[in-house]
Nanobody
Framework: QVQLVESGGGLVQAGGSLRLSCAIS????????IGWFRRAPGKEREGVSC????????VYAASVKGRFTISRDNAKNTVYLQMNSLKPKDTAVYYC?????????????????WGQGTQVTVSS
């Protein structure tokens, strides 16, 4: 059974950092692309970043580029999202998702399996 569990969210002041983790079970990461998404109150779900299984290529939304870094540890079956220079507009529930694919996208409809989300709140 495929399961994704996010952790690492919390409350942080603007300018601070958090590292989100997505622990994956039920399959090995080697052939799966992983994406991070977020949903802010009253807004549509937004693609944040993704990482491909084939070559580790990464994609970032313009709103987070240069501040967030996605990485994967296939040995631990875990994907991370390092978030630096956080802003109040980054406040959202963050989700990780996966699809069996060599390449990734930050289009949410491309993904088959989702975690339950972790809340990130950035205070001003």
């Amino acid at each position: 059974q495929v399961q994704l569990v996010e952790s690492g969210g919390g409350l942080v002041q603007a300018g601070g950092s958090l590292r989100l983790s997505c622990a994956i079970s039920g399959f090995t990461l080697n052939y799966y692309a992983i994406g991070w998404f977020r949903r802010a109150p009253g807004k549509e779900r937004e693609g944040v970043s993704c990482i491909s299984s084939s070559d580790g290529r990464t994609v970032y939304a313009a709103s987070v580029k240069g501040r967030f870094t996605i990485s994967r540890d296939n040995a631990k079956n875990t994907v991370y999202l390092q978030m630096n220079s956080l802003k109040p507009k980054d406040t959202a529930v963050y989700y990780c998702a996966t699809v069996q694919s060599l390449f990734c996208t930050i289009i949410s409809s491309s993904y088959d399996y989702w975690g339950q989300g972790t809340q990130v709140t950035v205070s001003s």
